[in-house]
């Protein structure tokens, strides 16, 4: 990969690359880009620009360390490209699974489906257990339902089937149970309420049962509308749950990383996909609060506390230490801390994608700045002292004017943030020959 990326500037030439918008490309979302709308995405277009700028073949590896919805992985798939990708949300690992299912699959994944439903009809007892996650959000009978449909694809999803045409059977549950809970979203896309006992979505089982099947078939439309290259063989990809501060895989032996590390603007990932979670068996709100923690960006306290390194940089260690002397409440008690361990992590998984890359292999990660009361987070300045402390070479910064974001999203917001627009920056790293 000998590409290299240039701010667009007036005074850019003809030859010189120039990133489209990571988000705002202008290219309606299709097919399997539409199965889980994902707030912090970017767009596939942008993946398909960087793979196509840098040279990528059948005989590189490209890895995007915060996978989420599974763009970087479904781009690459489709070109031809291997991939890996890593996501610490089981659930968001399952819907990048899902969108590497291949038209040519289709027939195939419709068949398991059919199936499947078949046998969940044919259920007629399902025990509710009492601690279900899901009854926070469905009565008993809706919730029988989705277990009937889990059960079903357990059974009938054995060893002979591969894991992505699994994963497209639980994503189609994923959608039908967000789509009965509309009422509960708000304006915020990261946020879902939680409600009230009196409140709990009501159904019946056959009406749970139609709603999965009809979102099945429509995600099966999508696939075989999709235009196929009988020419072009399968690229390996692996995905994975797995932390970005410890990736699985071997040192130099990645040929590109594409990703954006969550936003420090204290979105809960986790919480956002609560429901989903619930279906598989976690409670984010007791037991499982350890996924919680582990989340890079996650608004909960760890109880072990890293302290400021000098490596994260003059810009880092001036902010944090602007935020320890804020006068507001929780400055220091609470949101030093958050700060804290977002940077603390966020160092870590340079270090690892500066290891797992190959020499002369590129890192593009797409970052946005954000505001602590009138104290500016200027990430992307950020994200560039601590990649060159680490060894990275900076090829190239190029900014972009975001339109929608959580300042402007929550109408309590403080006018000054609003003022003050965010940038996303997409930061070209090479690692030294």
């Given at each position: 990969?000998?590409?290299s990326l240039l701010?667009?500037?007036?005074d ?5 690359v120039?990133?489209?918008?990571p ?6 979302h299709v097919g399997r880009?539409?199965w889980f709308p994902y707030?912090?995405g970017?767009?596939?277009?942008f993946v398909d ?5 840098l040279?990528?073949s ?7 360390p915060?996978?989420?919805a ?6 690459a798939?489709?070109?031809g490209?291997?991939s890996?990708?890593f996501d610490?949300?089981?659930?968001m690992t399952?819907v990048a699974l899902a969108r ?19 046998d969940?009809r044919r259920?007629r007892?399902?025990?509710i257990h009492?601690?279900?996650p899901?009854r926070v959000?469905f009565?008993d009978?809706v919730?029988?339902?989705i ?10 999803c ?7 045409q699994k994963a497209?059977?639980?994503t189609?549950?994923f959608?039908?149970?967000k789509a009965m809970l509309?009422p509960?979203r708000?304006?915020?896309p990261t946020?879902i309420r ?6 709990r979505?009501c159904g ?5 049962l ?6 099945a ?8 509308d999709e235009a196929v290259?009988t020419?072009?063989?399968?690229p390996s ?10 990736l699985?895989?071997?040192e130099c032996?990645?040929h590109?990383v594409?990703g954006?590390?969550?936003?420090c603007?204290?979105i ?7 429901v989903?979670?619930?279906?598989l068996g976690?409670d984010i709100?007791?037991?499982?609060r350890?996924m919680?923690?582990s989340?890079t960006?996650t ?8 302290k ?6 003059t810009?880092c260690?001036?902010f944090?230490?602007a935020?320890?002397r ?6 220091e ?5 958050t700060h804290?361990?977002y940077?603390?992590?966020l160092?870590r998984s340079l270090?690892e994608?500066f290891r797992?890359?190959v ?6 990660l797409?970052?946005q700045?954000s505001?602590?009361?009138e ?6 300045q950020?994200?560039?002292?601590i990649?060159?402390a ?8 190029q900014?972009f004017?975001?339109t ?10 403080n006018?000054r943030?609003?003022?003050?627009r ?5 930061i ?6």
């Amino acid at each position: 990969m000998t590409a290299s990326l240039l701010k667009a500037t007036p005074d850019t030439q003809p030859d010189q690359v120039v990133l489209p918008n990571p988000k705002q490309n202008g290219v309606p979302h299709v097919g399997r880009m539409t199965w889980f709308p994902y707030y912090a995405g970017f767009s596939s277009v942008f993946v398909d620009s960087v793979l196509r700028d840098l040279r990528c073949s059948s005989k590189t590896t490209v890895c995007d360390p915060w996978n989420g919805a599974g763009t970087t992985t479904q781009t690459a798939f489709d070109a031809g490209i291997p991939s890996i990708g890593f996501d610490l949300n089981p659930v968001m690992t399952r819907v990048a699974l899902a969108r590497t299912v291949s038209a040519q699959s289709a027939g195939v994944t419709a068949e398991q489906h059919r199936s499947l439903i078949s046998d969940a009809r044919r259920r007629r007892s399902q025990k509710i257990h009492a601690d279900d996650p899901l009854r926070v959000w469905f009565t008993d009978d809706v919730v029988r339902g989705i277990r009937f449909v889990a059960g079903a694809i357990n059974e009938s999803c054995d060893t002979t089937v591969e894991r992505n045409q699994k994963a497209l059977h639980e994503t189609a549950v994923f959608r039908t149970m967000k789509a009965m809970l509309t009422p509960f979203r708000s304006s915020n896309p990261t946020w879902i309420r939680r409600p009230e006992s009196n409140q709990r979505v009501c159904g019946t089982v056959r009406g749970f049962l139609d709603a999965y099947d009809e979102t099945a078939q429509s995600m099966f439309a999508d696939l075989r509308d999709e235009a196929v290259d009988t020419t072009m063989s399968e690229p390996s990809v692996w995905i994975e749950t797995a932390s970005s501060l410890k990736l699985p895989v071997k040192e130099c032996s990645i040929h590109g990383v594409i990703g954006s590390p969550p936003y420090c603007t204290r979105i809960d990932y986790a919480v956002t996909t609560s429901v989903e979670l619930a279906y598989l068996g976690y409670d984010i709100t007791s037991s499982e609060r350890s996924m919680r923690h582990s989340m890079t960006g996650t608004s909960t306290i760890r109880p072990k506390q890293p302290k400021i390194l000098d490596a994260w940089g003059t810009t880092c260690c001036t902010f944090l230490n602007a935020i320890r002397r804020h006068p507001s409440k929780a400055s220091e008690s609470y949101y030093l801390k958050t700060h804290l361990q977002y940077f603390d992590d966020l160092y870590r998984s340079l270090q690892e994608i500066f290891r797992v890359l190959v020499r002369s292999g590129d890192s593009l990660l797409v970052v946005q700045d954000s505001y602590y009361k009138e104290l500016h987070n200027d990430l992307p300045q950020i994200v560039a002292e601590i990649g060159t402390a680490i060894g990275f070479q900076l090829e190239n910064r190029q900014d972009f004017p975001v339109t929608l974001d959580m300042a402007r999203v929550n109408p309590k917001a403080n006018q000054r943030r609003i003022t003050n627009r965010p940038v996303e920056s997409v930061i070209h790293f090479k690692k030294p020959k």
